[in-house]
């Protein structure tokens, strides 16, 4: 997105021209739906693919309806007027939204002139802009059928359009052959990529991608200020869903990948670490935890990407398994807080109830991508609270390259009573909190 806002402002505008159609997300499928709606309805013994629609982007409703009405005899004006009802129904929708970038654009360049150049008549875009509470950003609406010219046509009088003498032109537009005439008329064009003409070849000075869809992610609970879980201070996320139960988990709850949590677009999570950017300093950041991080990866690597993207130090606090390959969700990672529940196999499975298999491929994963890794151990009364695993630890340890910091972590009984409430078995009844002087001691054999 800065790299976009930072294009735009290299260029002299004063004017923007979006078309209608390109400018909401997802409206350009809702145009298609409504098409294909009413084209369904009026010829339900064909069966229509995607293809048949495709060569109608960018045409007058009029247009497409003419060309229809060779197919067999229809009502045009009515198919018409039922096209625009479904279009608006389905454009006034909640999760049809408009696009991030426009927000920038008008909050960075507050003085340009905005308008917009559409197929669809003026009260269904005035109705879908109200509907959004953005009307006011636009300052004209042309309707090209009210204004009785075609698109192409109206680029190249744009000048006598407007009132104004603009420095320079901003296309926004879908389609590819608009695009072009903006273009040798020495307009600057934006492409705005759609489900319909994404395979195309798009020939301007931008393309933006709109058929990438918000990723979602479960997540348990956040900390905005959190100072344990990674270098400095940072923005905590439990990601909900685990496969291991290790045994002294006191985090039950997010266990179940249907478990209680809210769902949110990696982008809304991001944005809301974002607010406390100017805490992280050099050090801090965004740590990804759980449950278990590497269980939602399409997510994680959505928040990773978003994270990069924005400057934002990240780092995985995680056991290790997960699905999938972890290849490309490291290429965003710049710490790796690694949780060895038990070095040996069987002490492995009898804690978290799994075989070490997937544990071990994220390990060699993450040491191939050269990752900078924390290690972790919860030390536990009477299960490696002793010599002989500490120093098994270490050797361990010692094999794994690039290792800043191995850490024993006490355990604790906090989370007992949340089994309670789960209906959960606690199977560490009676085990007491470990010592901390004693895990203090025992940390120093791995100097
Ligand atoms: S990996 Fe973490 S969240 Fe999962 S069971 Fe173990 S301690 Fe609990």
Redesign the pocket.
């Known amino acids: 997105m800065e790299q976009f806002l930072q294009k735009i402002d290299s260029w002299q505008r004063n004017v923007f021209i979006f078309d209608f159609d390109g400018t909401l997300l997802n409206s350009e499928p809702c145009h298609f739906l409504s098409h294909k709606k009413v084209i369904e309805g009026l010829f339900p013994e064909r069966t229509f693919t995607r293809e048949d629609f495709q060569h109608f982007v960018g045409k007058r409703d009029v247009d497409i309806y003419q060309e229809i009405s060779t197919w067999g005899k229809i009502d045009k004006e009515k198919a018409i007027k039922d096209k625009q009802k479904f279009s608006l129904q389905m454009l006034k929708k909640k999760d049809v939204k408009i696009f991030d970038y426009f927000h920038s654009i008008t909050k960075l360049f507050p003085d340009a002139h905005y308008i917009i150049a559409s197929n669809q008549d003026e009260n269904t875009i005035r109705q879908v802009l109200k509907s959004k509470k953005i009307e006011d950003k636009f300052e004209k609406i042309y309707s090209m059928d009210t204004l009785k010219i075609k698109k192409d046509q109206f680029l190249k009088e744009v000048k006598s359009c407007t009132s104004f003498s603009p420095k320079e032109i901003v296309l926004f537009e879908d389609s590819i052959s608009i695009l072009a005439l903006g273009k040798s008329l020495g307009m600057k064009s934006v492409g705005i990529k759609n489900d319909i003409n994404k395979d195309l070849k798009f020939d301007c000075d931008l393309v933006i991608d709109c058929t990438k869809k918000d990723v979602l992610g479960k997540v348990n609970s956040v900390e905005s200020m959190g100072l344990v879980d990674g270098p400095g201070i940072r923005y905590v996320v439990f990601l909900q869903g685990?496969?291991?139960?290790?045994k002294?988990?006191?985090?039950?709850e997010?266990?179940e990948i249907d478990g209680k949590s809210e769902l949110i677009s990696a982008k809304k999570l991001v944005d809301k670490a974002e607010k406390f950017k100017a805490y992280y300093g050099e050090e801090g950041g965004m740590t990804f935890s759980?449950?278990?991080p590497l269980l939602q990866p399409q997510f994680l690597l959505e928040c990773l990407k978003e994270c990069k993207a924005r400057g934002i130090n990240t780092a995985l606090d995680t056991?290790g398994?997960g699905f999938g390959d972890y290849d490309e969700i490291l290429d965003y990672v710049d710490l790796v807080i690694l949780?060895i529940?038990a070095v040996d196999k069987d002490e492995y499975k009898d804690l978290?109830g799994q075989p070490m298999d997937r544990f071990e491929t994220f390990l060699a994963q993450a040491i191939k991508k050269k990752k900078r890794f924390w290690l972790r151990q919860?030390i536990v009364p009477g299960i490696n609270d002793d010599e002989k695993h500490v120093k098994a630890l270490k050797k361990f340890a010692d094999g794994v390259p690039n290792v800043e910091k191995v850490e024993l972590l006490p355990y604790k009984t906090i989370g007992v009573m949340k089994y309670k409430d789960l209906g959960i078995k606690y199977r560490l009844e009676g085990v007491p909190d470990m010592d901390e002087e004693k895990c203090d001691k025992l940390a120093l054999l791995l100097k």
């Open positions: 685990c496969m291991l139960r290790c002294y988990c006191h985090n039950p997010t266990w759980g449950g278990e056991a398994v949780d529940k978290t919860v």
